[in-house]
């Protein structure tokens, strides 16, 4: 696989990127020692993983630091302006012909033996699939931060992430109680902050997912919002643009202003909190040479296989279920998209996936798995 911009050094740009994640994530959790042990060994992980991709690049072969997996595309809430239940990802029912946990657990060895670092649990709702994150719990080599509305988290999921602590619970919230709420549903917020309190309780380190939208922009990077994460023991705060799929929704999405504001914050929460790391997506693509999806440092599997280049681009022409995860990296579409500069170009939103789908629709025309 070549990259587009022969100067850029994509695979040392994420390893440089995962490794300073690592390291504020040790420092972040100095206090607690089983947590800041296990953070050390992961650290080691990681850089024998980088040591694998690095060898498979200079063989020609680009393998991505992350793997999003949605392993269920079934949800019990219903939140203003979900992408997945527009895109119609997400659904009520019991999902049908989605992967099994044997398939599951295949892909997550696959995963390891490449050298991906994280892989990015989601779904609909990933908690629905016990069997699959206790799977996952014995993969030691591997982080998965779990994105969670938070609403299944029991007794049992406690003591499970007390086991595997490469298990990190991420709750999606959206500030205050009041907004949260209003997009979740009501009794979510209280839920969460339930969930947090127990999860310090028992010396367990949780994140938290963001939504960030023109209206609550300002609120998620406050000091009111950031104590109430941080006094709950959050470490790790991950803030997502929001991408809209609807035109009535397109209000939402931030613009050059917010995105510069969110970044001033991010670059000051850093500076001014480093006891939680802090993440943004997609963040600055100008810095890593253009969008990472598609492989260039991140795809998407859906529930039912289907490899995508990105949850918010549900397009797919290859199954995971009949090909391998370097056979998807080399598909049809996920080519195209890195060889034909569509990742680099300039767009207004969030997504330049989303906001260019039609050309991606162009690209797929016969061959949607």
């Not at 919002?225 to 035109?247: A, W, Y």
């Not at 370097?326 to 207004?348: K, N, V």
């Amino acid at each position: 696989m070549s990259n587009i911009n022969n100067n850029f050094d994509l695979q040392e740009y994420l390893t440089q990127g995962v490794e300073g994640v690592i390291a504020e994530a040790v420092r972040a959790t100095l206090k607690n020692p089983r947590e800041s042990a296990f953070m050390l060994k992961f650290a080691s992980a990681a850089k024998a993983a980088s040591k694998k991709r690095r060898k498979l690049e200079d063989a020609g072969e680009h393998v991505p630091t992350f793997l999003i997996a949605s392993i269920t595309s079934k949800c019990n809430l219903h939140c203003a302006g979900c992408y997945s239940r527009c895109n119609h990802a997400t659904v009520d029912a019991e999902p049908v012909s989605q992967l099994t946990d044997e398939e599951w657990l295949r892909i997550f060895n696959e995963a390891e033996e490449l050298g991906v670092s994280f892989i990015l649990l989601a779904g609909g709702e990933p908690l629905l699939r016990r069997d699959i994150i206790e799977a996952a719990g014995k993969q030691p080599n591997i982080m998965f931060p779990i994105f969670t509305n938070g609403t299944f988290m029991d007794e049992r999921y406690f003591e499970l992430f007390g086991r595997c602590r490469n298990l990190l619970p991420v709750m999606s919230i959206e500030g205050g109680c009041e907004i949260t709420d209003s997009r979740r549903g009501k009794g979510v917020y209280d839920r969460l902050i339930q969930n947090m309190e127990e999860l310090k309780r028992r010396g367990l380190i949780f994140g938290a997912s963001v939504t960030v939208t023109t209206e609550n922009v300002r609120e998620v990077t406050n000091e009111k919002f950031m104590n109430s994460l941080s006094e709950r023991g959050c470490k790790v705060v991950i803030f997502v643009e929001f991408v809209p799929v609807t035109e009535e929704s397109r209000e939402l999405a931030p613009g050059d202003s917010e995105r510069e504001y969110l970044a001033g914050e991010i670059d000051r929460l850093r500076r001014e909190r480093p006891e939680m790391v802090y993440i943004s997506f997609p963040g600055d693509e100008k810095s890593s040479g253009g969008c990472v999806a598609a492989g260039r440092g991140f795809f998407h599997i859906n529930s039912h296989g289907g490899a995508e280049p990105c949850p918010f681009s549900p397009y797919s022409d290859i199954n995971v279920r009949n090909a391998s995860l370097c056979e998807a990296l080399h598909s049809p579409l996920f080519t195209a998209l890195r060889d034909g500069g569509i990742l680099m170009d300039e767009h207004e939103g969030g997504c330049v996936l989303y906001e260019k789908r039609e050309l991606v629709e162009s690209i797929l025309a016969g061959k949607a798995v």
